[in-house]
């Protein structure tokens, strides 16, 4: 668990972790040079299974996750932060699946919200499929991740110190093909939400890892993304934008993911093929165009027929707009 400044919430975090039902741990805490009191939360613990380590200097977070990394001395590295709750069993979950699973790597699970929001976020379980939704970085809950420590050094794996909000999703999209993953159906996490979090205060930087990330996975697809095509992907595929857009442009750059998948080989067609029917299905139908879609649904696997239809039918150009 990095800490930095994080008093506030810091004492419901580490006791979560020390009320685990499974107790064959080490819980090592790395503060990163905190300025508030967090170190003296720490401190104040005694606990044999609490290693602290002192950044004498502010490193950064992914700095901070390799540091305990490579001090880890367990078979599985769970993570955790500073401003969260593990339900009881979270532990305990964890280590009978990925002991009773040895071909997964990660495993993470649901979480339920607190704070300014609530609800259980429900992630994809099976592999294949929290694969594609590397696509919408909505595969795992960072905090709730349980990982092979053997993984990791077998394929020389680490966080990306360059990413500040983005280390966990540019390390799963690096580890994805050659790992396999899970998640158990269950909120074995209570994520926090507040407004201070780094990818909400942190807006711009975001986006520009956002764009990073998602360009490295485009070529592993064998797609050379320019401006246009990530800013199609995060409105369509990821539900972020707010600039117009073209039907047609949305639907030959979803054309453009399902055969340079085909030939690449990289995610399960089937499944890729049903997720991009529904990105497609919610960008048509949340503006209307009920009738276009059913006949794009029609000619889905014949994307030349649909451009067809649409130049012969329509001697204007549809506009996408976004609210």
Not at 49 to 67: A, F, M, P
Not at 104 to 129: A, F, P, Q
């Amino acid at each position: 668990m990095p800490v930095y400044n994080g008093a506030t919430y810091l004492n419901e975090a580490i006791d979560s972790i020390l009320n685990q039902t499974f107790n064959n741990f080490e819980f090592i805490i790395i503060d990163d040079a905190s300025t508030d009191d967090s170190l003296g939360i720490i401190k104040s613990y005694d606990s044999s299974r609490i290693r602290l380590v002192e950044n004498k200097n502010n490193v950064g977070q992914s700095v901070t996750l390799n540091k305990g990394i490579s001090l880890a001395r367990g078979k599985y590295i769970a993570r955790m932060d500073q401003d969260d709750i593990s339900m009881p069993e979270r532990l305990k979950k964890k280590f009978e699946f990925m002991e009773n699973n040895s071909d997964i790597d990660i495993c993470g699970s649901w979480v339920e919200l607190m704070g300014k929001y609530d609800g259980i976020v429900e992630l994809e379980t099976d592999s294949e499929r929290i694969k594609i939704n590397l696509l919408t970085n909505q595969n795992f809950s960072h905090p709730t991740v349980m990982i092979r420590k053997s993984t990791l050094v077998d394929y020389d794996l680490n966080y990306n110190p360059t990413f500040a909000i983005g280390n966990d999703w540019d390390l799963w999209v690096r580890m994805f093909e050659y790992c396999s993953f899970a998640n158990l159906p269950e909120p074995l996490l209570k994520f926090r939400m507040h407004d201070k979090q780094y990818s909400k205060t942190m807006w711009e930087q975001n986006n520009a890892e956002t764009n990073r990330v998602l360009t490295d996975l485009l070529k592993k697809i064998g797609i050379q993304p320019d401006g246009s095509d990530l800013n199609i992907h995060k409105t369509v595929i990821m539900g972020w934008g707010t600039d117009s857009l073209f039907i047609v442009e949305v639907f030959k750059y979803l054309m453009r993911l399902r055969t340079s998948n085909l030939r690449k080989n990289i995610f399960d067609p089937v499944i890729l093929n049903e997720f991009l029917k529904i990105k497609w299905r919610r960008f048509m139908l949340n503006k209307k165009y009920k009738l276009l879609y059913w006949v794009s649904v029609l000619l889905f696997f014949r994307p030349v027929k649909f451009l067809q239809f649409i130049e012969n039918h329509f001697s204007f150009s549809i506009k996408h707009h976004n609210a």
